[in-house]
């Protein structure tokens, strides 16, 4: 049972308050009594409000059900569905055209493209690797992944594979010639990369096989530095570092004619540290975790040691990196990712707070103050005193607006200039999605982020349009024309709304980490798009991406499509209904098993192991990265299948106990897992099962509150 104290009429969790007043508030100008009664007096202000947008929010989809059971799918009507949501409220008058207002970002967010990291910063460990990531070995990205191919004499092995190695190092010379193109020649026949001097200013000499050369834009080359023997030669394009690493003693640099041990790529730019969908924090033991990690990144004491391939291995924050410029002044570049972090929506609850009723205060609210707190300490990280806060799971514009008036608060209890406080905008609820631009212009003083999200898009679709008839496959919903209009609507809305040089327009996540071939071929449409950002699972991925920032420049392919028709409303509301006779039974059969084997394998590592996101082999063996959102399209899609007819309960019972046995074969190496077969009433196969036997009544389709619970009851058995 918890431990509450009494905090200005609030009941605090004996944890929070430890944490809170002998660690987030020691070196800030603000007494434990003001915090507690500016945070008490922010729930009693918005607690009542964020109760009732959640009832709005079941109003306005019973009003949708009830439409659909009447009327069928939206194409039997659509100029009717229109006209309903326009009077339930649903759709809302755009505003007049206006650009966003946002003033203090910095140079991460306006200026400079590039991959996005998202991590689970529950884990310190993962926390660091991704606030690292701004900076990654092209050589290891390559050589460790199938980016190279694996085949024959190019199979990586037990030992250094120097086939392999040379593979990889033409590969590094073809993304150097692109990126940064000699006067004459190609970077492979470099014997010799040199600094010059010419007038008090320093230039880059090449020397080739057919003579000296330079490069074709002599502004790339941007300064040095030397050390412990080896030279940096740092080079820029599309606003992105590279450095050369000339070592001719390294164990590579020596197999090279000029000495290039290694490419260096400014990799991840932003990182969200995440304590949402891709993180298990269902009490103020876990809570306190989260705002921990949170607060040593921001006062740069985050550190953590672990063993690594037999090694103890101690893990801190980078430092950052200097050079001298070419004009003989100190240069010096941030050594780590710009760090954004991810609150939760509105919808849950937490008891690590009650209020004055007893009531749980919303986990929201919590977040904000408390991530906002920890911000504070902030020493090496926002150049320009800006906390950014994504928020996700907010229903259209009137919730973003509450968000911004919660940011607000937060500002005046905190002593903080108004609009510090940055929000980010995740399009990923089909309400937002259809009111974007007027979402947009509730938060013009704070945004600095929209993104797109197939999964938890996909799975707010599925579960608006329940009762409109069967749902597709999941891998025919990705091809939908809704899909396309939603995600070209966020880029042509955005750039309307004067996001280019001031805001990022961010694409969802790579979910195969393991697949960088396919990722290299596929995710270049994101910049290709206008899109300045896009989400990445690992610090290899962000360096692998990372080049298709150099390929493409997305200011000019912003500018290219700022004035492109915006598809219509009746085109984002264009997701069909399936025609069951289309399918035969083992076709149903296999997209159920496919399912479920998802859902099993992501949510008993949830519940049993309180891991957020973890990489999840699918029915096939191929790993995913699985967090919430992945798990609520798959729990929806049965749903939606359960309740069209297509399945039935005893069928989805027991092509759940027959994927429990594939799961638990999946996990046989960990020694921390659980089995679910033959212990079928195992709280996490349970949960699994609830999640789509119950994912029709789930509010908005969500998984946390299902998952919550039975987190916390395998807590509470293990005390």
Known sequence: ???????????????????????????????????????????????????????????????????????????????????????VGYLVNEPEDFQIETSGLDEEISLICGPQLVVPVSNARYALN???????????????????????????????????????????????DISFPLTHGRHADVNNYAIAFRDGQAMLSVETRAGTVALADPDAFVGWSEYDGKTIILLKHHGLHVELMIDPL????????????????????????????SVAAVDAEDKVEVYRNWLGLMNGTLADTFEKGGKTVHRVLNPDRSYTAVDGSPLTLKGRALLLVRN?????????????????????????????????????????GATYIVKPKMHGPDEVAFACEIFGGVEAMLGLPAN???????????????????????????????????????????????EAGPVLRKDEIKSEKWIQAYEDRNVLIGLACGFSGKAQIGKGMWARPDDMAEM???????????????????????????????????????????NQPVPPLRTLFSMPVLDPKTLSRAEITRELENNAQGILGYVVRWVDQGVGCSKVPDINNVGLMEDRATCRISSQAVANWLRHGLVGKDEVATTFERMAVVVDAQNAGDPHYLPMAGNLHSIAFQAALDLALHGADQPSGYTEPLLHAARERVKLEGE
């Open 1 to 87: 049972m918890a431990d509450y104290l009494e905090k200005s009429n609030l009941r605090v969790d004996a944890q929070l308050v430890r944490f809170i007043e002998n660690e987030a508030l020691p070196g800030l100008a603000i007494s434990p009594e003001k915090f507690w009664s500016g945070f008490a007096d922010l729930v009693a202000e918005f607690a009542p409000r964020n109760r009732a947008l959640l009832d709005l929010r079941d109003q306005m989809q019973q009003q949708i059900d009830d439409w659909h059971r009447e009327n069928g799918p939206v194409a039997t009507d659509p100029v009717g569905y229109e006209g309903l949501l326009k009077r």
């Open 130 to 176: 991704a606030a690292n990531a701004r900076w990654g070995s092209l050589y290891d990205a390559l050589y460790g992944t199938d980016a190279i191919a694996r085949e024959g004499e190019l199979a990586p092995g037990k030992t250094y594979n120097a086939a392999r190695g040379a593979a990889v190092v033409a590969r590094a010379a073809e993304f150097l």
């Open 250 to 277: 390294n164990f590579i640099g020596k197999t090279h004619a000029a000495g290039l041990a290694d490419v260096i790529a400014e990799s991840a730019i932003t990182t969200i540290q995440d304590c949402e969908d």
């Open 344 to 384: 939760v929506g509105h919808l849950m609850t937490t008891r690590a707070v009650l209020d004055a009723g007893g009531e749980e205060i919303g986990e929201g609210l919590m977040d904000a103050v408390v991530t906002v707190l920890c911000a504070m300490h902030d020493k090496t990280n926002s150049r320009t």
């Open 420 to 466: 510090s406080i940055k929000i980010g905008i995740m399009d990923e609820e089909r309400r937002t999605s259809a009111n974007l631009k007027a979402a947009i212009h509730a938060a013009r003083q704070r945004v600095f982020f929209i993104n797109t999200g197939f999964l938890d898009r996909t799975g707010d679709e599925i579960h608006t349009s329940m």
């Open 520 to 562: 290299l071929k596929a995710k270049i449409g994101h910049p290709n798009a206008g899109a300045n950002t896009a989400w990445v699972p690992s610090p290899t991925a962000a360096t692998l991406h990372a080049l298709h920032y150099h390929q493409v420049d997305v200011f000019e392919a912003q500018a290219r499509r700022h």
